[in-house]
């Protein structure tokens, strides 16, 4: 029990698992932000150039639903929520669209590291020995 135990600690501290975790984490409160931008800033303005139409009310209505004689809603209304599927479509957009920016900056980055001149070797032994001697034979 105990090695299984040490192998799946190694297993979880390894640093690509720790990286994704925090990958993970920080992409579901990204998504958060993206959501709320899109539904907040992004889609008012849509909705009111089309009429004042809120995306996600927008479906269609395959049966009505049930009420009793009180009132009280029997069977719930069967709908295709189109809207919904729009307002998802549009958040992935951006959601992708978003990442491709990051990691294109990322890259160019990355590019610019790549480009910058490498520092000159350090000279091998036998060519600091030599200099030595040189500076040695000079005095």
Not at 24 to 29: V, Y
Not at 74 to 94: C, S
Request: charged share 20%; net charge positive.
């Amino acid at each position: 029990m105990k090695k299984w135990l040490d192998e799946f600690k190694q297993f979880a501290m390894r640093g690509n698992v720790v990286d994704m975790a925090v990958g993970i984490i920080i992409g579901g409160a990204f998504g958060k932000i993206v959501t709320s931008v899109v539904n907040d800033i992004i889609m008012p303005p849509i909705g009111l150039m089309v009429g004042g139409v809120n995306f996600k009310d927008l479906k269609i209505m395959m049966k009505a639903a049930e009420t009793g004689p009180a009132g009280e809603i029997l069977k719930p209304a069967v709908t295709i929520n189109y809207g919904q599927f729009l307002q998802t479509t549009f958040d992935f957009l951006i959601v992708a669209f978003a990442i491709f920016l990051m990691i294109k900056a990322l890259n160019s980055l990355k590019k610019k590291e790549e480009t910058k001149p490498a520092a000159p070797p350090a000279p091998s032994a036998e060519v600091t020995l030599l200099t030595e001697i040189r500076d040695i034979l000079k005095k």
